[in-house]
């Protein structure tokens, strides 16, 4: 006896439906966003800063480097909302143009670190021998001065530019970036992945540059987000004791030196709302790295 089954007989199962990597991890940052306020506020935060930086100046009430000698030191008004400095121009306008600088020196800082620093750490570690004697070494020099006090000096000898500044913010945080950078490498160059890699006849620049590097990324983000928040206040401490940006140009460290001296006489707004963003941007950068750990750390998911 034949059985004949058609066609329409047969019950098709749902396809399985898969998420992607990306899919999955903002997913998860959305949990993790939704479950710690504090982390949520830091990304409002931040998003608050990245529109700031790009669309300031062309936002902001008035011309930041416009002087009005008959409102110079007028106290916060409906005009002047943080009221103006002893030129005369706009704190608020000042404040929020100079974010784009802050946040400029910031990014291109901890980038050209995490370049240089993470992919020199990853080659010590996972070659080791002369190649990480030569680098603990270059580590070590650097490490022997007081971060700031070699910034400035770094400064002090090129000149004070802003190329001169993001260069000197990423020697100072070079050490960190390669320790970090050496010790996840060295733990990680002979794991099974890695050892595949080499029997599949990759080299080990390839090794270096498409596995072990790209596997270190998550704890790299983090500090680099960490990092960001010392940048900001590195080159907001080089303008403020006269080695950073120079004056007329909106920043912060600037702002805040210049309105130390008008403490004492009264007019507190001058130094206190530039300090406040700065206070607000390391704070922002600090939230963002433990939430940012919580995102991209596998050992977190659930």
Known sequence: MTVVIKSSDLVTAPPIVRKSRFGETLAHARHVISENPVTGISFALLLVL?????????????????????????????????????LGRDIFSRVVVATRLDLAIAVFSVGLVFAVGGLAGVMAGFFGGWTDRILGRIVDTIMAFPLFVLAMGIVAALGNTVTNIVLATAIINFPLYVRIARA???????????????????????????????NIMPIMVVQMSLTMGYAILNAAGLSFIGLGVRPPTPEWGIMVAEGAS????????????????????????????????????????T
């Open 50 to 86: 990245v529109i700031c930086a790009i669309f300031g100046p062309y936002i902001v009430p008035h011309d930041p480097l416009a002087s009005d000698t008959a409102a110079k030191l007028a106290p916060p008004s409906a005009k002047h909302w943080f009221g103006t400095d002893q």
């Open 262 to 301: 008008f403490i004492v006489s009264g007019e507190w707004w001058i130094a206190l709302f530039p300090g406040l963003a700065l206070m607000l941007a390391v704070f922002c950068f600090n939230l963002i790295g433990d939430g940012l750990r919580d995102i991209v750390d596998p050992q977190r998911r």
């Open 184 to 214: 996840e490498a060295n733990v990680r160059r002979e794991a099974g992945y890695v050892q595949a890699a080499r029997l599949t006849g990759n080299s080990d620049l390839r090794i270096v540059l498409t596995t072990i590097f790209p």
